[in-house]
C-alpha cells in the first residue's frame, strides 16, 4: 500500500493483515484493528500506522514480527515497479507462511508485499531503455538492469529485416544472463542483398522555397537516399536516410521577380542494409525443480533497431523541378501551368499535376520543349487571368485540355513496356487502315 490517505479502513476490528508493506500513507490501518490480527508486516514513512503496534522484538506478544524501521526498497516507485531490490531486508523472506510459499522461489517464509506469497505475480517487469550499435557483425546492446532480487537473467529475442513477434529466435531466444558491465556482445550475420529496382511515380510538390518529393514505395528496401542540386551545378547535395517515401527539400531558390525559375535536379535511390530488430525480457530462476522454463517477463522490451554492414543501393530515378510561391486562385502568380490551373481551379488537381510531369520529363529534357517552356510561362498568366474574369470559359478549356491531360497522364503513369504496346497497335491499326482503303479503291475501280 503507497501513497494512500488511508491504505484500509474497516469497521469490524477481526480483519487478517498479513505480510503486506505499508509505504508513504498518511494513514496506514484504522486504529480499531485488533493487534492479533496484524501479522508480518512493513511499516515504512507513513505519517500514522493506526494501531498501537509494539515494534520490540523482544515483546514476543505484541510483536508478531511487524517491522517499522526499514526501507522497503523498492526497485522503481515512479515506474510503479514495487519489486524488492535486496534480499538482504526484513521485508524479504519474512513473512509469515500463513499466505504459503513464497511464489517466485517456492520457499517459505515468503516476502512482503506484492510479490510475496503463494498467489501473487510471478512475472518480472517490463525491460526498458534497450539500446544497441553495431560493429561490423556484432551487435553491441544495453539496457536498464532490473534491480529486482528475483530476476537471474534475461533473454534476448530478434528478427532480420521484421519489426515485433514473433521473432525469428523465438524458440531458443539467446540467453545473455544476468550482466555485469556492458555492452552485451550479440554476433549476427548479413544477409544477401535483394535486387533493388528504381523508384516509381516519382513527384514534387512546390512550395516557397521547397519541394516536396514523393514516390512509390520500393520492394525489399531498408530505406532511401534523396539527393538534389542546382541543375546547372556538378554535385549533388545528399539528404540524410530515410524510410518515409516522402520528404520536403528546404532553402531553395524561388523564381526571380520576372518569372525566370530556378531548376533543380533531384534523385532518388532505394537502398538495403541489414537490420535486425532485437528485443528482450527479464526471467526469474525458478530455484526448484524442474530448472527449464523460467518465468519470464509477458512484454517484450521496446525494440531496438540496428543496421549491420553498409548499404547497398538500386538505380536511381531523377526529376527536375522548381520551387515556386503558391497563392489561391483567382490571384495567379507566374506559376507554372497557368491556364489548367485556372481551369480545373487548384493548383494541386491531379490534371494539373500530370501536366506538370509532363513538363518536367518530356519537355525540359531538349530544347525545343524548354522553349515552348519559356514561351507558356510568358503568355500563360494571360490566358489563366483571362479565364478568371469569364469562369464559364472553364468548362470549355477542362474539355480542350482533355487529350492533353490523357497524353500526359498516359506518358507519365504507364511503363514503358504499356507505351511501346500501344504504340504497336497504333502503328498496326494504321497500316490495316491503308491497307484497307487501297483494297475499297481497288474494288470501286473495277
Not at 488511508?6 to 480499531?32: G, K, M, Q
Not at 527536375?320 to 493548383?347: H, R, V
Request: proline share 9%.
Amino acid at each position: 500500500f503507497y501513497g494512500n490517505a488511508t491504505s484500509i479502513s474497516s469497521v469490524p476490528n477481526t480483519l487478517t493483515i498479513t505480510n503486506n508493506i505499508f509505504s508513504s500513507n498518511a494513514l496506514a490501518i484504522s486504529a480499531n484493528v485488533a493487534l492479533d490480527s496484524i501479522l508480518n508486516n512493513l511499516f515504512w514513512g507513513n505519517t500514522l500506522i493506526g494501531p498501537a503496534i509494539n515494534f520490540d522484538s523482544t515483546d514476543t506478544v505484541l510483536w508478531k514480527g511487524n517491522v517499522n524501521t526499514q526501507d522497503p526498497q523498492f526497485v522503481d516507485v515512479p515506474a510503479g515497479d514495487f519489486h524488492l531490490v535486496s534480499t538482504t531486508t526484513t521485508s524479504t523472506s519474512s513473512g509469515s507462511t500463513v499466505s504459503g510459499a513464497n511464489s517466485i522461489n517456492g520457499i517459505s517464509p515468503p516476502d512482503m508485499g506484492a510479490y510475496g506469497g503463494s498467489s501473487s505475480d510471478i512475472i518480472p517487469f517490463l525491460v526498458s531503455s534497450l539500446t544497441g550499435t553495431s560493429t561490423g557483425t556484432t551487435i553491441n546492446l544495453t539496457w536498464a538492469l532490473n534491480d529486482c532480487y528475483m530476476v537471474k537473467g534475461y533473454n534476448i529475442y530478434f528478427s532480420l529485416d521484421k519489426s515485433g513477434p514473433p521473432y525469428d529466435n523465438a524458440t531458443s531466444p539467446t540467453n545473455a544472463g544476468n550482466p555485469v558491465t556492458f555492452p552485451y556482445a550479440l554476433t549476427v550475420a548479413s544477409s544477401a542483398t535483394p535486387t533493388l529496382a528504381m523508384p516509381s511515380n516519382v513527384t514534387s510538390s512546390p512550395a516557397s522555397g521547397a519541394l516536396t518529393i514523393s514516390w512509390s514505395p520500393v520492394a525489399n528496401a531498408t530505406g532511401y537516399l534523396v539527393s538534389y542540386k542546382l541543375a546547372t551545378a556538378a554535385t549533388y547535395t545528399q539528404l540524410p536516410l530515410l524510410s518515409a517515401t516522402s520528404v520536403p527539400i528546404t532553402g531553395l531558390t524561388d523564381p526571380t521577380p520576372d518569372g525566370t525559375p530556378t531548376w533543380y535536379d533531384i534523385s532518388v535511390q532505394a537502398y538495403y542494409q541489414t537490420t535486425y530488430y532485437l528485443a528482450t525480457k527479464a526471467y526469474y530462476d525458478p530455484n526448484v525443480p524442474p530448472t527449464v522454463n523460467p518465468k519470464e517477463a509477458l512484454v517484450f522490451s521496446p525494440e531496438a533497431i540496428v543496421s549491420v554492414g553498409t548499404p547497398t543501393f538500386g538505380p536511381a530515378a531523377t526529376i527536375t523541378d522548381f520551387p515556386e510561391p503558391i497563392t489561391p486562385n483567382p490571384n495567379l502568380p507566374n506559376k507554372g501551368c497557368f491556364i489548367a490551373t485556372a481551369a480545373y481551379g487548384y493548383y494541386d488537381a491531379p490534371q494539373v499535376q500530370a501536366l506538370r510531369d509532363f513538363r518536367d520529363r518530356y519537355l525540359e529534357t531538349n530544347s525545343i520543349g524548354r522553349a515552348f517552356v519559356k514561351w507558356y510561362y510568358e503568355y500563360g498568366p494571360i490566358g489563366a487571368a483571362a479565364l478568371n474574369e469569364h469562369p464559364w470559359l472553364k468548362p470549355v478549356v477542362r474539355t480542350a485540355l482533355m487529350p492533353a491531360v490523357g497524353g500526359a497522364l498516359f506518358l507519365t503513369r504507364t511503363s514503358t513496356v504499356t507505351q511501346l504496346l500501344v504504340l504497336f497497335l497504333l502503328i498496326l491499326m494504321t497500316a490495316m487502315l491503308v491497307m484497307y482503303k487501297k483494297v475499297v479503291k481497288r474494288g470501286g475501280s473495277r
